[in-house]
């Protein structure tokens, strides 16, 4: 098989979340465990840093391995989803696996792992964690796939772990309350090992104390935080919602440090300002064209949506366009309730399974006051906004990673860069 096989093999032959939803989540740990003993337990030869939440856990993930790159540690980060290509999932020190590992792995495993029925994610963790082994990597950063408990994830005891905040997302899995949804996101507090908060409510707070308490470990709440160690930080990723990132990585930094890890003040601020460039982070408030202005963001959640709509009420423009798509296993009407009326609507989907037909979401929106047009495809979308927009315009894209991805692939035909 040659990389596009094995991809294919990869998305047909094992259920991908990302392509069909629910149908692909395993509930449980049976399969990573026997996986994880397969592979020689390779979580065990790195020290681990565990990142979970609902928005924003991304973001973290990719600016606190930007950090450790810059202190000059060979950093593992696994992230998901991927955007573009699949192996955005799996980094060391910013570059992605390479295609001949992914299918050495597959053609050398497939006997051993077809027999098990793994989930896409099962098979990819375990990739990842064989491979940040094989590199020798010095830490890995670890992004939660979906919840925290049964993630496939926590089988690893990290030095740190970090829980970014709570909103509504996969409550079909999580739970219905944001209580439920905390307690499954809490799972990865762990006896003993430090557990930064970054964002609270009044019905989350008590769930993190209660679990911190149970497994006796160190909790520490971000936004109670309010020293500034580093006066003037300079981001590179500009959205609204990076205030509250930046907060509970400061903390994760100071935490780490207490752990013994190197990050001394230029390491940090490096970090921050380079880390899409030493990461290969996309999608997140990117700008990809001036005159009219284009930005794309990943936000596609009640609690992402609302930065995004924050965001877009800070820009100047003579009118605003939105391209949007979503998922169907989405709170669509919530999020759609969030959006600005005075905007001119383009709605499309992505090409996935989940995506939602555009008629179907023209109508909901139409129920709260959006009206636009509809189109079959991304590029079609984005080419009618930038045919009607004047170079003062504001064109938004998002609604869905899986609207960015579509966009991001298709760059050069819509003369984006």
């Given at each position: ?55 924003g856990k991304g973001s973290c993930s990719h600016t606190l391995a ?27 020190n910013g570059q992605v696996i390479p295609e001949s590992y992914v ?315």
């Amino acid at each position: 098989m040659d990389y596009q096989d094995t991809l294919s093999y990869l998305y047909n032959c094992i259920p991908m979340f990302q392509h069909v939803g629910g149908s692909a989540y395993k509930e449980g740990l049976e399969n990573t465990h026997i996986l994880d003993e397969h592979f020689g337990h390779p979580h065990r030869s790195f020290r681990c840093i565990h990142v979970g939440g609902t928005n924003g856990k991304g973001s973290c993930s990719h600016t606190l391995a930007a950090i450790l790159q810059e202190a000059g540690y060979k950093v593992g980060l696994y992230t998901s989803p991927h955007l573009v290509d699949f192996r955005e999932r799996i980094r060391v020190n910013g570059q992605v696996i390479p295609e001949s590992y992914v299918v050495r792995f597959v053609e050398k495993e497939r006997s051993f792992f077809e027999p098990l029925h793994p989930s896409f994610f099962e098979l990819t963790t375990a990739m990842a964690f064989r491979y940040f082994a094989d590199e020798r990597v010095d830490v890995a950063i670890v992004e939660v796939g979906l919840g925290g408990r049964l993630d496939c994830t926590n089988i690893i005891r990290p030095d740190l772990c970090i829980i970014t905040n709570i909103s509504f997302d996969h409550t079909q899995f999580l739970g219905d309350t944001l209580e439920k949804i905390a307690a499954e996101k809490a799972g990865i507090i762990k006896s003993g090992i430090p557990a930064i908060i970054g964002e609270t409510t009044p019905e989350t707070k008590p769930v993190f104390i209660r679990k911190a308490n149970e497994a006796g470990a160190p909790l520490f709440f971000a936004e109670e935080d309010q020293e500034d160690y580093y006066p003037r930080l300079e981001c590179e990723l500009k959205g609204a919602y990076q205030t509250k990132n930046t907060r509970t990585l400061l903390s994760a930094i100071r935490q780490l440090q207490e752990a013994g890890y190197r990050l001394d003040e230029q390491a940090v601020r490096s970090g921050f300002a380079h880390v899409c460039e030493l990461t290969g982070l996309k999608g997140r408030w990117q700008k990809l064209q001036d005159a009219p202005t284009l930005i794309c963001d990943t936000g596609h959640n009640v609690g992402g949506i609302t930065y995004v709509v924050e965001q877009l009420k800070q820009q100047p423009y003579r009118k605003l366009h939105i391209v949007i798509g979503m998922v169907n296993d989405k709170d669509i009407r919530s999020v759609l309730a969030l959006l600005p009326q005075d905007a001119e609507y383009y709605f499309t989907k992505a090409s996935v399974k989940r995506a939602m037909p555009e008629e179907e979401l023209a109508l909901l929106a139409t129920e709260t006051g959006l009206h636009g047009n509809c189109y079959p495809d991304v590029p079609s979308a984005v080419r009618a906004a930038q045919e009607k927009s004047l170079p003062e315009d504001f064109i938004f894209v998002g609604g869905s990673n899986f609207i960015v991805a579509d966009l991001l692939a298709n760059r050069d035909t819509l003369n984006l860069h």
